[in-house]
């Protein structure tokens, strides 16, 4: 069984086996948690990411007339790369959904976490860090991807022993401490 912490800190100076970003499709770096992660990782993570887009068999497109506007990494799916300079062996890329409420878009939000531990489990990491997937620009309420985030961890089979749940700001925290218990 996996056991769930929960801290208030930068995910970029957690200590684990793999450090999950909350990426966007590009791989390429961007905002919030993918850019620090980006940023402190150092340009090896980046270098990876490059590697990995280019192998990608996904085409994303766009919303009016299907043009090919590159490839990227599914909502909901996890890859990994190197850790670069962060203290852990791997980062875990996962794309969260955007919020909406028009579409219930939470399966998706929870596969994210799902993928991550599987992947975790490819890797054999015992350790993982997660932040508040899609809870920040991509604008999920917090109390509902903290619920999402802890069920899902504590529904999914893993051989990941300690997945500690990163908050940087004390309304994270605290929606996650209601959670976790």
Known sequence: MTTITLVRGDITRQTADAIVNAANSSLLGGGGVDGAIHRRGGPAILEDCRRLRASLPHART???????????????????????????????????????????????????????????????????????????????????????????????PSAVEEVTFVRFDETAYEAFGRQVG
């Not at 007339?65 to 990994?80: D, S």
């Not at 015992?126 to 991509?138: E, K």
């Open 62 to 156: 766009t919303s009016r007339g299907g043009t090919p506007i590159g490839k990227g990494l599914p909502t909901g799916q996890a890859v990994a790369t190197t850790a670069g300079e962060l203290d852990a062996r791997w980062v875990i890329h996962t794309v969260g959904p955007v919020y909406s409420r028009e579409e219930d878009r939470s399966a998706q939000l929870a596969s994210c976490y799902r993928e991550s531990l599987r992947v975790a489990d490819e890797l054999g990491a015992r350790t993982v860090a997660f932040p508040a997937v899609s809870a920040g620009i991509f604008g999920w309420p917090m109390d509902d991807a903290a619920r999402i985030a802890v069920e899902t961890v504590r529904a999914t």
